[in-house]
């Protein structure tokens, strides 16, 4: 079964510190595509960054970084000199291609709230 | 681009009324994905299109459930004889055809309420 797994619900972090997400997956492919998406409180879902699996390389995207693990299936991401604006949703997600369909599976997502 | 837009943003309906929501891609966008997400919740797959063809529905879409896409431009998805357990957010999303070009963007989805 391909499954995502976000394992914390709430997180918080003060303004201008780090802070990491978890999420781990399951899949039987040996190549695919992962995401964290974030949803502010009642505004639309946008991407925060993609990881493709067959690059060892931990993508990057301003002050946001992955820790891609693939042998133990982590997609962990970082958000590093917090804003107020991060506080959202973020959502884990994988990329299921199959049968020349394809779709998004995602974790139940992880609540961030930055304190000023 | 001016992104995926959704008609309407929020609907309320009484439950046994049919609802129709209306969604417009990103231009030349050729695939086009619906998911429902409910409160405290990610996001579920409900179904996806490749140009006009419908290639997957997931089995969260029952019979009351129709979607389209005709000339594979905007897409509609119709829920008959609603129930309350059908109030939810719909999502839609869009993404273009390529090599790299897996990354879906989302509108701004509709919210049904069903009393």
């Known amino acids: 079964a391909q499954t995502v797994t976000q394992s914390q619900p709430e997180m918080s972090v003060q303004e201008a510190e780090t802070v990491t997400l978890s999420c781990t997956y399951d899949?039987?492919?040996?190549?695919?595509?992962l995401f964290w998406y974030k949803q502010p409180p009642s505004r639309q879902m946008i991407l925060v960054i993609r990881q493709e699996a067959y690059k060892q390389q931990n993508a990057t995207e301003n002050r946001f970084s992955v820790n891609f693990q693939k042998a133990a299936k982590s997609f962990s991401l970082k958000i590093s000199d917090s804003q107020l604006g991060d506080t959202a949703m973020y959502f884990c997600a994988f990329l299921l291609t199959q049968g020349g369909s394809e779709k998004l599976v995602f974790g139940k997502g992880t609540k961030l709230t930055v304190n000023p | 681009d001016t992104g995926v837009s959704q008609n309407p943003r929020h609907k309320i309906t009484k439950r046994g009324q049919n609802v129709t929501f209306r969604c417009d891609p990103i231009s030349e966008h050729n695939r086009l994905y619906w998911y429902r997400q409910t409160l405290g919740q990610g996001p579920e797959f409900l179904t996806y299109?490749?140009?006009?063809?419908?290639l997957e529905k997931s089995r969260l879409l029952s019979d009351r459930f129709s979607a389209e896409r005709p000339k594979g431009s905007f897409s509609t998805l119709e829920i008959q004889r609603t129930e309350q357990g059908d109030s939810a957010m719909y999502l839609c999303?869009?993404?273009?055809w390529g090599a790299g070009t897996d990354t879906q963007y989302f509108g701004p989805g509709t919210r049904l309420t069903v009393l």
């Open positions: 899949t039987s492919e040996s190549n695919y595509y």
């Open positions: 299109f490749q140009n006009e063809a419908q």
């Open positions: 999303a869009s993404s273009p």
